[in-house]
T-cell receptor
């Protein structure tokens, strides 16, 4: 069936380093991809999104890369800060009005 | 403007009881989606409402139901609670034509079934 999964359950990085969080998806019909950040006690917070007609999109300190050939999505965070410590989810959808399918989540821990 | 508001924040219920959770979307948003979040299964889609109509439904048993009111506020109900229903229930709203775009989540309702 369709699934979205993450390669690693946890990621520990040094403050100031760049972080890369990876995600694999299996639905080749996926058209829309989103990264969310969830802090303890809060709901997921939108970070950045990308449509399938793009392979890269940049935001403030974040970049999302999409490789449709291997169905792989990654989130790059530049100059990781302690405030970036959270659980990160990728999500995908085949269309605007279809449900979002979320990955399991990966914990990013930033060492001071 | 105010974000997505979910009430109550915490609930403790006994097996066999029923529960109703409430979600008030961002003003002007017409799409409301519900998700169940557990450590083992992650975030799983329950259902989505748009203009008082259920537009999408996930793979949950009929004990899980929802509705949306004319003011876009939404409720979800779980009947005959089971221990496995213990989870964080999240609501998300969107005001754009495509409901996935511009999703904003509330902080959730933490349901514990004992």
């Amino acid at each position: 069936g369709e699934s979205v999964g993450l390669h690693l359950p946890t990621l520990s990085v040094q403050e100031g380093d760049n972080s890369i969080i990876n995600c694999a998806y299996s639905n080749s019909a996926s058209d829309y991809f989103i990264w969310y950040k969830q802090e303890s006690g809060k709901g997921p917070q939108f970070i950045i999104d990308i449509r399938s007609n793009m392979d890269k999109r940049q935001g403030q300190r974040v970049t999302v890369l999409l490789n449709k050939t291997v169905k792989h999505l990654s989130l790059q965070i530049a100059a990781t800060q302690p405030g970036d410590s959270a659980v990160y989810f990728c999500a995908e959808s085949p269309g605007a009005n279809s449900k979002l399918t979320f990955g399991k989540g990966i914990t990013l821990s930033v060492r001071p | 403007k105010a974000g997505v508001t979910q009430t109550p924040r915490y609930l403790i219920k006994t097996r066999g009881q029923q529960v109703t959770l409430s979600c008030s979307p961002i003003s002007g948003h017409r799409s409301v989606s519900w998700y169940q979040q557990t450590p083992g299964q992650g975030l799983q889609f329950l259902f989505e409402y748009f203009s008082e109509t259920q537009r999408n439904k996930g793979n949950f048993p009929g004990r899980f139901s929802g509705r949306q009111f004319s003011n876009s506020r939404s409720e979800m109900n779980v009947s005959t609670l089971e221990l496995g229903d213990s989870a964080l229930y999240l609501c998300a709203s969107s005001g754009r034509q495509g409901s996935n775009y511009g999703y904003t989540f509330g902080s959730g309702t933490r349901l514990t079934v004992v």
